[in-house]
């Protein structure tokens, strides 16, 4: 169950990243709402994952899925960077997480 909070968290975390884009281009009330919502569950949820998961590990996977996630949002919903040494990078950050995962 941990492993699914902190996977939960990472996407929440995704969420908060996309509402501070959000909330820059729009400076409205629901876009501040849901940014402090999107980081607010993930800190819960990392936290939570945190009883079982040793912390280095969990939080090296929650940035992974959030860094990750961020960037791979960013290309499809805001034209970002397609450059393959920067989708290379990204795989490695999520190779590096479930190595992680691996040697836990």
Same mark, same amino acid.
């Given at each position: 169950?941990?492993?699914?909070?902190?996977?939960?968290?990472?996407?929440?975390?995704?969420?908060?990243?996309?509402?501070?884009?959000?909330?820059?281009?729009?400076?409205?009330?629901? #876009?501040?709402?849901?940014?402090?919502?999107? &980081?607010?569950?993930?800190? $819960?949820?990392? =936290?939570?994952?945190? /009883?079982?998961?040793?912390?280095?590990?969990?939080?090296?996977?929650?940035?992974?899925?959030?860094?990750?996630?961020?960037?791979?949002?960013?290309?499809?919903?805001?034209?970002? #960077?397609?450059?393959?040494?920067?989708?290379? &990078?990204?795989?490695?950050? $999520?190779?590096? =997480?479930?190595?992680? /995962?691996?040697?836990?």
């Amino acid at each position: 169950m941990a492993w699914l909070f902190l996977v939960i968290a990472g996407l929440c975390e995704m969420s908060g990243v996309i509402m501070i884009n959000k909330f820059h281009k729009d400076r409205n009330w629901q #876009s501040l709402a849901l940014l402090i919502s999107g &980081f607010g569950a993930s800190f $819960l949820f990392l =936290a939570l994952a945190m /009883k079982t998961i040793p912390m280095g590990t969990a939080y090296a996977v929650w940035t992974g899925i959030g860094v990750c996630g961020g960037a791979i949002l960013g290309i499809y919903m805001y034209g970002e #960077s397609r450059d393959w040494k920067r989708l290379l &990078f990204i795989c490695m950050v $999520l190779a590096a =997480a479930v190595g992680l /995962k691996l040697v836990e």
